[in-house]
């Protein structure tokens, strides 16, 4: 059943006209049809119209579009929006590191996590081995769980090694 405002399939609004309006407002140069065709960006005011209509269903949107919306824009394109403003799922794993990573973040980084005062203290640079392993930790959140790692040291470890400094790698990789 189909009413002006809305889309109700099974008792439930999947979209609305106000959240079909804006889509076309905020996607409009993305959606236009023909060429060029311009990619969006997940984090742009269009992707995030988009995912205020329920699943992101671009169908429920095309079937409330007029007969001129539908020259007016590209019902291809509004479609695809579906899949490109999807956000990308978190990692399955979530703040749990190995002996493995905990022991490459150790040897990688041993000149820059060493617990003696030093005149010049010593900054890891994205792309060195410390750095690679750093990032292979795994992240909790959006932050990599150096934690994680500091968790795994052993009390030999933790006297041979600023834990500190091991928890503030991610701030120079």
């Not at 579906?82 to 000149?111: W, Y």
């Not at 006297?159 to 120079?172: F, G, T």
Request: aromatic share 4%.
């Amino acid at each position: 059943m189909a009413s002006p405002h809305h889309v109700v399939i099974s008792k439930r609004t999947i979209c609305t006209k106000k959240q079909k309006e804006k889509i076309l407002e905020k996607c409009n140069y993305f959606i236009q049809p023909g060429y060029p065709i311009y990619l969006v960006s997940r984090d742009s005011p269009c992707c995030a119209a988009v995912r205020e209509v329920q699943d992101r269903d671009m169908e429920c949107v095309i079937m409330m579009l007029t007969r001129q919306q539908k020259t007016q824009y590209s019902v291809k394109k509004i479609r695809a929006l579906h899949r490109l403003c999807e956000l990308p799922s978190l990692p399955k794993m979530i703040g749990t590191c190995t002996t493995e990573q905990k022991d490459a973040v150790l040897q990688d980084c041993k000149k820059f996590i060493m617990p003696v005062n030093q005149r010049r203290r010593l900054v890891p640079i994205m792309g060195q081995p410390c750095c690679n392993g750093v990032n292979k930790v795994p992240k909790k959140g959006v932050k990599i769980d150096m934690q994680c790692v500091v968790e795994l040291l052993t009390d030999e470890e933790k006297n041979h090694h600023d834990v500190s400094k091991i928890l503030n790698l991610p701030n120079h990789c």
